[in-house]
């Protein structure tokens, strides 16, 4: 079946550093990329998509990168607060469905 | 709008027993996914409903099944419950394309003791 393979399972990072998670897939079909955030004890929430038509987007302090012959994207947070503690999972669309990465949990040092 | 909701948020239930699990999405959504959440970990694909019918469904023994009902809200049935059943169940909405953000419901935490 098709996969999405999620690095790190866990990131540690000084605030005020940047942070990246990478994601590759293996359905060459696939055309959405979201990624979402899942706070301690709540549901998850989406921060960020890409489409296939473009390489990036920003919004913020977060942007995600797509690399569709290598089949990879990334998600960049900079400038790291407090608030950005959580677990992120990366998806990639399938068959109508998102198949989900095993997430990263990213714990920003004071 | 409400967003999509579960219920219900706690459920304790005794080894053998089922669990039944109700989840009603956004109003236009046809589509219903169930995840089963251990431990804070990752997110292990249940089963998928759309316009009533099951699509999909995960590497799940045949216990874990559900349905989805006209107005497309959805319940989630585990039978003969084990204790590594103990997990958050969540389950998220979207409309049938998978291009677009799927909503996730706060999830119902079951307890099989």
């Known amino acids: 079946g098709e996969n999405v393979e999620q690095h790190p399972s866990t990131l540690s990072v000084q605030e005020g550093d940047s942070a990246v998670i990478k994601c590759t897939y293996s359905?060459?079909?696939?055309?959405?990329f979201p990624w979402y955030k899942q706070e301690l004890g709540k549901r998850p929430q989406l921060i960020i998509d890409i489409r296939s038509n473009v390489g990036e987007k920003k919004d913020q302090r977060i942007a995600v990168t797509l690399n569709k012959t290598a089949k990879h994207f990334s998600l960049h947070i900079t400038e790291t607060q407090p608030e950005d503690s959580a677990v992120y999972f990366c998806a990639a669309d399938s068959n109508y469905q998102l198949i989900w990465g095993a997430g990263t949990k990213l714990i920003i040092k004071p | 709008e409400a967003g999509v909701t579960q219920s219900p948020t706690h459920l304790i239930k005794t080894r053998g027993q089922q669990a039944t699990l109700r989840c009603s999405p956004i109003s236009g959504h046809t589509s219903v996914y169930w995840y089963q959440q251990a431990l804070g970990l990752g997110l292990q694909f249940l089963l998928w409903y759309d316009e009533g019918e099951e699509r999909n469904r995960g590497n799940f023994p045949p216990r874990f099944s559900g349905r989805q009902f006209p107005n497309y809200s959805s319940e989630l049935n585990v039978n003969a419950l084990e204790l590594e059943d103990s997990a958050l169940y969540l389950c998220?909405?979207?409309?049938?394309?998978?291009?677009?953000?799927?909503?996730f419901g706060q999830g119902t935490r079951l307890t099989v003791v």
């Open positions: 998220a909405s979207s409309f049938v394309q998978s291009n677009t953000e799927a909503f």
């Open positions: 359905d060459s079909a696939s055309n959405y």
